[in-house]
């Protein structure tokens, strides 16, 4: 997998003391971003924001040295830091509202229970982006990839590419429909079963963000059977099939001849 394959191109800092919570949390968040530095304390975590520039910093709230409240003060403060306004999200095993209420007084953009899951890390990933357009990323994958459709579709020119595009984008308004159904009902085998059917139709087509997006669902849901927690996967494939249709449509109509 290319760094581009990827839903996001940001750089991580992930501050945690627990080795094994460490790995698994950065394991996932490498399905969903470029780049992921670790830090095991506060001291460490310092110096690396005074080092590099990040797109997100996710910190346990209890460290050895300190807390995670001491390290996004120095960020924000610090002369030499480089991370003066990067978003930060809080990681804490309390459940405590006025504990939680007291670290997003402190700065931090969020604040998520451990375990951290794929979804919340999601949700973070997208608000960091909004929240950072005017900081230069890679590219992201394209929505309609036209070279990638020849390719599968073994053809000499991209005629075939386009015809399956549409045909894809004309199941898809009746497949949605029915994803959207079956995530209200609860539905997990069948929310599987539609997304295994969208996923047959993607492999023959040059649309690599969508088809992103959905292998990620279709991924977490070996793992999560809370489809509500899930709900930004899931609004990230009905956000990528109408952005798929309106390429499509332009794609056609800049195709017609004058």
Sequence with gaps: MTALDLPFQHRILLIEDDNVSLFAASEMLSRLTTMIDMARDVAEAIEQLNTVSYNLVIADINLPDGTGIDIIRSAYSAAESKNKTTPFVALTAHQDKNKHQAILESGFMEVATKPLS????????????????????????????????????????????????????????????????????????????????????????????????????????????????LQPLFDAIYEQTMLLTTAYQQLVADRRPN
């Design 118 to 229: 794929l979804a919340r890390a999601y949700l973070f990933l997208e608000r960091c982006s909004s929240l950072q357009k005017d900081k230069p990323v890679p590219a992201a994958l394209p929505v309609i990839d036209l070279e990638l459709g020849m390719k599968r579709m073994g053809a000499k020119n991209d005629e075939k590419a386009v015809i399956a595009i549409g045909m894809l984008v004309e199941s898809l308004e009746e497949d949605i429909l029915e994803l959207k159904r079956l995530q209200a009902s609860n539905n997990i085998i069948a929310v599987r079963e539609i997304l295994h059917k969208i996923k047959g139709g993607l492999e023959y087509s040059g649309v690599p963000r969508l088809q992103k997006q959905v292998d990620l669902l279709y991924s977490e849901l070996n793992t999560n059977t809370d489809l509500s927690a």
